[in-house]
């Protein structure tokens, strides 16, 4: 009988995916379960597993390819068996005698450039003018199709160019269907939403102290570290139920208000950013959220985040600081209105109280939308995160 591997549900509003990679090839023998081939969405990676064991007789679809929810993507003869074990009583062959030497050759006059690897992968004139003036090709990366060396690579071989060993000047790759969507959907938010970016700063001397004094207790107790997010995911959810119109969306000449607070909290990966949403932000507590953050950076590195925990998020924080930034002006994330980057702590001096002290600052930058949140409510949002980032207990007593 013969299996088909077929395109599975890929998420809701999801109708299409790229073949990232096949794991396994026409006429290997599969294992039910074993991993066939790795497809690849606008949010997440999905693994597609043999449904039953025999010969992947045919494959259907290459890597790079678009398929569609129920596409065929190969098939399964299950009635095609393994290769049986060897058996290891079974009398072995005996040994075929070995070949006679074959008689030395005459060392060929011929220089260097004209072996038959080099030949292969050069063109008449290459070659030729690699004759004619002894280079050898053997440490020449080809720059011409298929890595084949071109007359200009010898050229350059012979005035001791750079490229000779940097490889190839250019290379193409095609974009991956989420780096596609990335840049589809940021360049729409710049298009459609009028941004703007507000800047502030935030001087971590506190809540630095706090989490100093208490980190070792909270993973005892917890068993999650105790970092600054989910500071700043409470302080972002306490400036929201402050100022909604950052919490809202437009749909067409509507305002959308949410009355719950899913914060996306955005993650990079080698595929690029993805951005989890941590539920109900406002109902967890601090080791909740640093649990929700800690697994959603472990599951995107994997590649296994799913749908549901990509969509639907009403605010989202990103921390360009891990990387170094200094300072940016983050995009909002449709349909979203506002988003806040966090940045690197670096000590600066301040003056507090009259005296210039050397303090832990941060720069704040809140991009929004000034179609639904004006200037003054921007601000006043910005200044909220600042409060309570400075002072922790504003958080606890709700101020």
């Known amino acids: 009988m013969a299996a088909e591997i077929i ?204 989490r100093n004094e208490y980190k070792d207790a909270f993973e005892k107790k917890h068993g999650t570290k105790l970092g600054f997010m989910s500071f700043f995911v409470k302080a972002a959810v306490n400036a929201l139920k402050e100022i909604p119109a950052v919490n809202a969306e437009i749909d067409g000449d509507e305002i959308v208000y949410k009355h719950f607070y899913d914060i996306g909290v955005a993650v990079g990966t080698p595929q690029g950013l993805v951005v989890p949403v941590v539920r109900d932000a406002d109902r967890k507590s601090y080791a909740e959220i640093e649990k929700d953050i800690a697994n959603y950076g472990k599951k995107a590195r994997d590649g296994k985040l799913t749908m549901q925990e990509l969509t639907g998020g009403t605010f989202t924080v990103s921390n360009g600081g891990v990387y170094g930034s200094l300072m940016s002006t983050p995009i909002v994330n449709p349909p979203q209105s506002a988003i806040l980057g966090m940045h690197k702590t670096q000590e600066r001096p301040m003056v507090v109280n009259g005296k210039i002290e050397i303090r832990p600052m941060m720069y704040l930058a809140l991009s929004y939308d000034h179609r639904i949140i004006d200037g003054k409510e921007a601000v006043t949002f910005l200044v909220r995160i600042k409060d309570a980032i400075e002072d922790p207990r504003r958080l606890l007593l709700d101020m």
């Open 7 to 210: 395109t599975p549900q890929l998420g809701e509003s999801v109708s299409e995916a790229t073949v990232a990679k096949w794991f396994k090839k026409q006429g290997e023998f599969v294992n039910k379960d074993d991993l066939l081939v790795e497809l690849e969405t606008d949010k997440v990676t999905l693994e597609v597993n043999a449904i039953s064991a025999g010969v992947l007789k045919e494959i259907k679809v290459k890597e790079g390819d678009t398929v569609s929810v129920g596409a065929l993507l190969g098939i399964i003869d299950e009635s095609a068996k393994g290769a049986a074990p060897a058996n290891a009583n079974a009398p072995k062959p005996a040994a075929a005698p070995a070949p006679a030497p074959a008689a030395a050759k005459p060392a060929a006059s011929a220089p260097a450039a004209t072996t038959l690897g080099e030949i292969a992968r050069s063109g008449p004139a290459a070659r030729k003018l690699a004759e004619e003036t002894g280079v050898s090709t053997s440490g020449i990366a080809g720059s011409g199709k298929d890595g084949r060396i071109t007359k200009g690579d010898i050229i350059n071989a012979q005035s001791g160019g750079s490229e000779v060993a940097s490889g190839p000047r250019e290379e193409r790759v095609k974009m991956t269907k989420l780096r596609q969507v990335i840049a589809r959907r940021l360049k729409e938010s710049q298009n459609t939403a009028a941004i703007l970016t507000t800047f502030n700063e935030v001087d971590m001397t506190n809540v630095f102290a706090l």
